[in-house]
């Protein structure tokens, strides 16, 4: 199997990051946050510990910011672990099936995050996600053991 069938996933999923990522979406996060500032009173000072920040504004300002940060984190082992599989020509049809559950779960984990929040089925995907992704690390340590 080609190596690029393994990159395909990667790149669906770095456009989902930069889907949530998008500009019209950080200035809606911003504009919604700045919102709530002013709404609770909250000057610029109270923004630069954004944990803290986060804590006293409503969730519906952090809802769709929430989503943001996962996008940069697992995904990056599987960006990782892809990119890896194709340069030392692995790629087979498990690793390429599991790179598109991973994309689809992430997928169904960010829609759900960002439009409903259902903290349990967000866990499920997420969850699921990360032992599919696991799965894969360690099927491409074994074989190359």
Not at 7 to 14: F, G, K, N, S, Y
Not at 27 to 32: A, G, W
Not at 55 to 65: E, F, G, I
Not at 72 to 101: G, H, K, M, Q, R
Request: charged letters at 15%.
């Amino acid at each position: 199997m080609q190596a690029a069938a393994i990159v395909l996933p990667v790149l669906a999923m770095a456009m989902l990051s930069f889907i949530f990522a998008r500009p019209a979406r950080g200035c809606k996060v911003s504009l919604t946050r700045m919102r709530a500032m002013t709404a609770l009173e909250l000057g610029a000072e109270e923004a630069q510990d954004t944990v803290a920040l986060r804590k006293k504004l409503p969730h519906s300002s952090n809802q769709v910011a929430n989503n943001y940060n996962p996008l940069f984190e697992l995904p990056v082992v599987f960006y990782a672990l892809c990119l890896s599989i194709a340069a030392l020509d692995l790629t087979d049809t498990f690793f390429v099936v599991c790179a598109w559950i991973y994309v689809a779960l992430r997928v169904c984990h960010s829609l759900v995050q960002a439009i409903i929040d259902v903290v349990p089925l967000r866990f499920l995907f997420f969850g699921s996600a990360w032992l599919l992704l696991a799965l894969m690390t360690v099927r491409e340590a074994l074989i190359l053991i």
